[in-house]
């Protein structure tokens, strides 16, 4: 039984190694954690749809206002997928709105791909397309790899982030309550009473909510 036991024990020992061994080979890596709300949010350099490489520093600054910048949205954003074209609406709203108070938007598309048949993917001409017909006013920046949408542990399309005028997250979440009928009365704008709070240097009501929506693969 002993020597059962020990010949076990050296099976195992032996197959613990090839068992991490073959998951490393298939890519898997344990879950890292999202970017803290509060904490400085993670800085990334992507393109726009004209070629412009934008840094998000640099998105932020503003030389009239003194040691501070501009507080930033991000939107994981998609031309194709359906949970977005219902908050494009919105957002072209709330941009028209606060763009001229010290915030700037910026979509994040995690889909752009350079091959057109690739299932799940967007090529750019499609994400051209759909840019101009839903009349989408602010850049979209083109997430080649999902490098910054990892970093950010981005879930779904849409989902934002809100980063104040100290480059900290401040809000991230849904934009909207995923509503299943118009004016339902649990109806929250979301991402608008993150902005107001952040824009009057008060404490967001809903620091984070969950996200809905298409499901970024990764």
């Not at 803290?36 to 749809?49: E, H, K, W, Y």
């Not at 709330?94 to 091959?115: E, H, M, Q, T």
Request: net charge positive.
């Amino acid at each position: 039984m002993k020597l059962l036991s020990c010949s076990f024990l050296v099976l195992l020992g032996t197959l613990l190694p090839l068992s991490v061994a073959a998951q490393k080979k298939k890519g898997a890596s344990p879950a890292k954690p999202r970017p803290p709300i509060g904490q400085v949010a993670p800085n990334f350099t992507l393109a726009d749809l004209k070629g412009r490489e934008l840094v998000l520093r640099d998105l932020r600054a503003d030389s009239s206002i003194k040691r501070e910048g501009r507080i930033v949205v991000l939107l994981w954003w998609s031309a194709t997928g359906p949970a977005v074209a219902k908050i494009d609406p919105v957002m072209n709203r709330l941009f028209k709105k606060y763009s001229g108070k010290g915030v700037r938007f910026f979509a994040i598309n995690p889909f752009v791909c350079k091959d057109p048949d690739r299932k799940g993917t967007e090529s750019l001409e499609i994400i051209r397309e759909f840019k101009r017909i839903r009349r989408i006013q602010f850049p979209v920046l083109l997430d080649w790899k999902k490098k910054v949408s990892r970093r950010y542990r981005a879930r779904h399309v849409p989902e934002v982030v809100v980063i104040d005028r100290q480059g900290a997250l401040r809000y991230r979440g849904a934009v909207v309550t995923p509503l299943k009928k118009a004016g339902e009365r649990q109806y929250r704008p979301y991402l608008e009473d993150a902005l107001r709070a952040v824009l009057a240097g008060k404490m967001v009501p809903l620091k984070e909510t969950r996200t809905w929506g298409n499901i970024i693969p990764y």
